[in-house]
């Protein structure tokens, strides 16, 4: 009896110490990412009637997988609208403020305010030079906004290559940790360190791809995206290759990579993680950006160019160069109406005319021969070596002045001017190539003002008028007037002021950073939530822990007295024998 008695002492000291090792593990481990409390699951053996703590295992205690799967799920969300917060507020940065001194709206009302002082004084060249600087500070600041929302896709696209490699190095680790645990399993050693280890990669792993897992009879996690398998028996790997440049005609899928996995294409499907932030960044939250730009440099230009066409400047430009490139000869022109052009002095007088009918003329090539037969030697038209219409006053102190009458060229009806761009405010066909055309940038002076009469002419003539700024109220009172805007973005078609529509374009990318940070506020929030609610299930509670060595001690301190009994008993035996 005292030998079993002895046994039994053993076997509770041993199991104690179990526990207590496992306690211990439990405390040193407190603070390590992702750990789990461990618990000593005693096994006992039966023996003739009695029964023994013989051996045990190490276990996770309370561990709830349903919540772990719902943290997953908010961390893959969390983790794209935090990302693309960051994105929209650095736009929103970019962009500055409607009420701000450096911004395109900014810029767009200095314009205003230096046209309507010029409409007091056309004359003034000082103030033409600060409408042609504000042109000039708008048409940077689009190009600006533009080369960094194109920085901006470039950067995403490189980040896509980069977070491919983590995803694939995150799935080969969690293969290793399955078939650890798999090895784990078959010779009875704990699993529960590996189990924890595999759980921290799985959130690291969800934080980049939006996944789904499930574990199957062997304790091997299986991880798919969108049905499509990441981990199953191996590990399958993702490529892709970012471009070296971009700009913004590289759009999705001509212009970049397939996300290939296993010859599926990832793109379209992938709905959250940072995975799913940089291809929204990439594909559409920029994209729409530029379109709305690139909308509103358009009717910019558009407007402002076709008012700008119809007038003529004091002093005259000598030489006129068109910004309508790839002409020649045989471009054909779908002409009607009638275009006037002069040659005048700097004081507005006419030194030579001619209304050219454009009915007849088929081609550049039969306009440029009505123009030098209607103006003989005083103006020469021909084709600039860049393959544009170039009129040229031959007359020293003499310069051109065109009005364009009833012209109307096909095929959106534009006036002979403006057809051929010849006295443009800017040239370019969107934000990102919007410039002042370089005739003004290299005398503001040439800035139109006037308008060369449409009535009754003849040599000798005022032509232009010094203080005549019809014109330039005409450019004024555009800002305010509306216009057709088509859709753009996430902007539908609307009828709006190219000031208002700057505006506009700069809130919206405001209210779009907000937004994007408050479902990052939610995101993150839903995430800590869960997460406290696992670990207050799984996590250790350093006190519950010591309360529960105090516990352990108590039972030791009693298998030790016990043991220390018997073997006093069994000295008295021994002695009582001998």
């Known amino acids: ?126 103030l033409k030079s600060q409408v042609v600087f504000a042109s000039q500070r708008l048409a940077n600041e689009l190009n600006r906004i533009s080369v960094s929302i194109q920085d901006s896709r470039l950067q995403a696209d490189e980040e896509i290559e980069a977070l491919v490699v983590e995803i694939n190095s995150r799935l080969e680790r969690i293969d290793d940790l399955n078939q650890n645990i798999t090895f784990a399993r078959t010779t009875g ?17 969800s934080e980049l791809i939006d996944i789904n ?69 990439r594909d559409n939250f ?3 950006e530029q379109t709305k730009l690139d909308e509103f440099a358009n009717v910019l230009i558009r407007e402002m160019n076709e008012l700008l066409n119809e007038g003529a400047s004091i002093p005259p430009r000598q030489t006129m160069i068109g910004s309508l490139g790839s002409i020649n000869v045989g471009t054909p022109i779908g002409a009607a109406g009638s275009v006037r052009i002069a040659t005048v002095d700097v004081n507005g007088i006419v030194q030579n005319f001619a209304d050219i009918n454009l009915a007849p003329l088929l081609d550049v090539g039969d306009l440029i021969a009505a123009i030098n037969g209607a103006l003989g030697p005083d ?17 020293a102190g003499e310069g051109l002045a065109i009005n364009a009458l009833t012209s109307s060229l096909l095929p959106d009806a534009e006036n002979f001017s403006d057809y051929f761009g010849l006295n443009n405010l800017f040239d370019g066909d969107g934000a990102d190539n919007i410039a002042v055309s370089e005739y003004l940038t290299s005398d503001a002076a040439t800035l139109a003002t006037s308008r060369l009469t449409s009535g009754v002419l003849a040599i000798g003539d005022t032509g232009l008028f010094v203080g005549d700024s019809s014109l330039t109220q005409d450019m004024n009172n555009a800002f305010g007037n509306t216009y057709s805007f088509n859709a753009a973005g996430n902007f539908a078609g609307q009828t709006e002021s190219i000031d208002n529509y700057i505006d506009k374009i700069i809130a919206d990318a ?15 929030a839903l995430v800590n939530q869960t997460r406290t609610t696992l670990t207050n299930l799984s996590g250790v509670n350093i006190d519950e822990e010591m309360t529960t060595l105090i516990d352990l001690e108590a039972r030791y301190e009693a298998s030790a007295t016990l043991l220390a009994t018997i073997q006093d008993m069994f000295d008295t035996l021994i002695s009582a024998v001998r």
Do not use: W
Request: hydrophobic letters at 35%.
């Open 1 to 126: 009896m005292l030998t079993s008695a002895l046994y039994s002492s053993f076997a509770g000291i041993r199991n104690t110490e179990s526990k207590i090792s496992v306690t211990a593990d439990n405390v040193a481990n407190a603070d390590k990412p992702g750990y789990t409390r461990k618990e000593y699951e005693t096994s006992y053996a039966a023996t003739v009637g009695r029964t023994l703590p013989s051996s045990g295992t190490i276990a996770t205690v309370d561990y709830n997988p349903f919540l772990l799967e719902a943290m997953i799920e908010d961390i893959s969300i969390a983790s794209k609208n935090s990302l693309l917060s960051d994105y929209r507020t650095s736009y929103a940065n970019e962009l500055g403020f409607t009420d701000g001194d450096n911004s395109a709206s900014a810029y767009l009302n200095d314009i205003i305010t230096g046209l309507d002082r010029l409409a007091l004084t056309p004359e003034d060249d000082s």
């Open 189 to 205: 050693v704990t699993t529960a360190n590996l189990e924890d280890d595999r759980r921290v990669e799985l959130e690291a792993l």
């Open 286 to 288: 920029m994209v729409e």
């Open 213 to 281: 897992y499930f574990t199957n009879q062997d304790g091997e996690i299986q991880i798919y995206t969108q049905g499509r398998p990441l981990l199953d028996s191996r590990a399958h790997t993702i490529t892709y290759t970012a471009n070296t440049a971009l700009d913004k005609n590289t759009l999705y899928p001509a212009g970049f990579n397939a996300i290939n996995l296993d010859g599926f294409d990832l793109t379209p499907v992938v709905s959250s993680g940072k995975l799913g932030a940089l291809i929204e960044v």
């Open 510 to 524: 405001a209210f779009r950073a907000n937004d994007a940070a408050t479902d990052a506020e939610i995101g993150q």
């Open 379 to 395: 103006v020469t038209a021909g084709i600039s070596p860049d393959n544009e219409l170039q009129i040229v006053a031959n007359n």
